[in-house]
């Protein structure tokens, strides 16, 4: 209830992932109510973690930008509850060690380290060298716009963004039009080509690369301590102690519409949940077909999503295994096997990971190992067939890792005893969160195609709001939590409530 004596309005939030949390979290701290819809029994949606053979798997945090105390993003995760204590976040020594033939190249945080190291191994190569750590000093130097919409940037912030950019202009342009192969290609050495091709998923451009590496190396991509499953429900605890509205297994099969506004959603079993906006916080190819049912367009996003071919996103065939804790390997560590095909892909290289670095993943004297192979939504043709006979979905499972497990312990004798607890493929992505192609992000910055990002508005329905990382391109945690948050501010802009960016106070209308 408002000051006023005006009812609170109800915001109707679907999907509980990093997302939906994020909008259901702001909007309690801005004078709204929430509800918050999760078809699934637990909250987090792809930033998830679950136990097998009494092993706790990760499924999602590699490395979280937002880590460094001081920036906007830590600002936003420790407003969510995401980041408690900086004791907690954890930092590896490099972003991954590329052995190829037996030469090994690494990313170190310390870049002059590396700079030093990678021209030890390639004087040949130390122009290029030079270049590439450059670009890195470079990026690290930026930091995204995300706390606001740019639409709603007031003109000093404008500039000031600008200004942050043109700094980095000349390796913002090299780095845009190259992909990794292009620019591995000017080097000699191929070890460094392999590390420069091999340490980022997908078809993603020079710059998604660079930038990746430099927030680790500024400290802002660390890791929370336990991964993503304690991160969620952190965030959980927030929204339900600002008063929140949370409900699981909560399956919405449609949106409500009445007069060209969304006033609420159904669930599956029938059930109605009223509200005076809704905003949804999942696939957007989903929401558009499914819940929508094919009534309204968003042509920027369906041109992207009906081309595969020029506008990847990455999926993986995502494996874990237990192994002997070795706290000597590497993390990450990728190194060239013979390959094998998966998914119509041929697989040349392993990167695995061994969570050796933080005791929520060992056992006694082992500890959990995983295994991410590249697949895309070009590839969920294949497991979306393979999937309809799940005796075949099942045994191509074990064959995937048969195959890893046998070019791990060729690569690495120690790990003769490696077992198996388990695999998750594109078709697991699209079963547990509805995610259309099995991706896990959105759309890649690839030199051939341009950054995206869309209002979450929709021509003809008013009061809805799309949200999630499907409006930002590449995706990833931190454009979910920024694009929920966008979602909010959007809302009290139309409801003329103030946004305040920390919510230390209460809304001043509320
Ligand atoms: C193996 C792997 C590794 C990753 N590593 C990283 C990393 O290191 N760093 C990083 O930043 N990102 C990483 N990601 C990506 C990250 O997980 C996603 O970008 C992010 O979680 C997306 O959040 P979201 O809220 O937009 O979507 P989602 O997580 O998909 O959330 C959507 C939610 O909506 C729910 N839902 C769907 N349909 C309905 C319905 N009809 N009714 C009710 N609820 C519904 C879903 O169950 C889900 O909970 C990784 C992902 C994977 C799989």
Redesign the pocket.
């Known amino acids: 209830m408002y000051s006023n004596g005006m009812q609170k309005k109800t915001i109707v939030i679907?999907?509980?992932?990093?997302?939906?949390?994020?909008a259901g979290i702001y909007a309690e701290q801005h004078g709204l109510h929430a509800i918050l819809?999760?078809?699934?029994p637990s909250?987090?949606?792809?930033?998830?973690g679950w136990y097998r053979k009494g092993y706790y798997l990760d499924?999602?945090?590699?490395?979280?930008?937002g880590t460094k105390e001081g920036t906007l993003l830590h600002r936003m995760w420790k407003n969510l509850g995401a980041i408690d204590k900086q004791e907690d976040i954890m930092y590896l020594d490099s972003w991954g060690t590329y052995e190829y033939q037996g030469q090994k190249v690494t990313m170190w945080r310390d870049l002059d380290r590396a700079e030093r190291e990678w021209k030890e191994l390639s004087p040949v190569d130390s122009k290029m060298i030079h270049k590439f750590f450059n670009m890195v000093r470079d990026f690290a130097k930026v930091e995204l716009p995300l706390d606001l919409p740019i639409p709603m940037m007031s003109l000093p912030r404008l500039l000031k963004l600008g200004l942050n950019v043109l700094s980095v202009w000349p390796s913002y342009l090299l780095s845009m039009r190259i992909s990794c192969e292009q620019f591995a290609a000017k080097f000699k050495n191929p070890a460094i080509r392999f590390a420069l091709t091999k340490c980022q998923v997908g078809d993603g451009n020079l710059f998604s690369m660079i930038y990746s590496y430099s927030t680790v190396v500024i400290g802002d991509g660390g890791?929370p301590r336990g991964g993503?499953k304690p991160m969620v429900e952190r965030m959980k605890d927030k929204f339900i102690a600002l008063g929140g509205t949370l409900k699981l297994n909560?399956?919405?099969?449609s949106v409500i519409i009445r007069d060209d506004a969304a006033r609420g959603?159904k669930?599956?079993n029938g059930q109605v949940i009223e509200g005076d906006a809704v905003v949804s916080?999942?696939?957007t190819n989903?929401t558009l077909k499914?819940?929508l049912r094919d009534q309204y367009r968003f042509p920027a996003f369906e041109r992207r999503f009906k081309k595969p071919e020029l506008h990847t996103s990455p999926?993986?065939v995502?494996l874990c295994f237990s192994v002997k804790n070795d706290k000597n390997l590497p993390v990450p560590y990728s190194f060239d096997v013979e390959p094998f095909d998966v998914g119509g892909i041929s697989i040349n290289h392993l990167t695995i990971r061994s969570y050796s670095y933080d005791d929520t993943f060992t056992r006694n004297d082992r500890t959990v190992l995983?295994v991410?192979i590249d697949q895309s939504n070009k590839e969920y043709p294949f497991w979306k067939r393979l999937s309809k006979d799940r005796s075949q979905y099942l045994k191509y499972k074990n064959f995937v890792a048969e195959q890893v497990m046998n070019r791990i312990k060729e690569h690495l004798p120690s790990m003769d005893d490696i077992e198996l607890l388990d695999v998750?493929t594109p078709y697991t992505?699209n079963h547990?969160?509805?995610?259309s192609n099995g991706v896990?992000?959105?759309f890649t910055f690839t030199p051939w195609a341009s950054m995206f990002a869309h209002s979450g508005k929709l021509k003809g329905l008013k009061d809805f709001y799309l949200?999630?990382?499907?409006l930002q391109g590449p995706?990833?945690?931190?454009?979910?939590?920024t694009?929920?948050k966008f979602a909010i501010q959007r809302i009290c802009k139309k409801e003329k409530l103030s946004f305040v960016f920390e919510p230390l106070r209460k809304s001043k209308k509320a």
């Open positions: 679907i999907g509980a992932g990093v997302a939906g949390l994020s819809l999760e078809k699934n909250v987090g949606g792809m930033c998830t499924g999602c945090i590699h490395w979280l930008t890791v993503s909560a399956n919405v099969e959603v669930l599956n916080c999942l696939d989903y499914k819940l999926s993986c995502y995983t991410l998750s992505f547990y969160v509805n995610s896990y992000m959105s949200s999630g990382q499907w995706g990833g945690l931190p454009i979910a939590m694009q929920g």
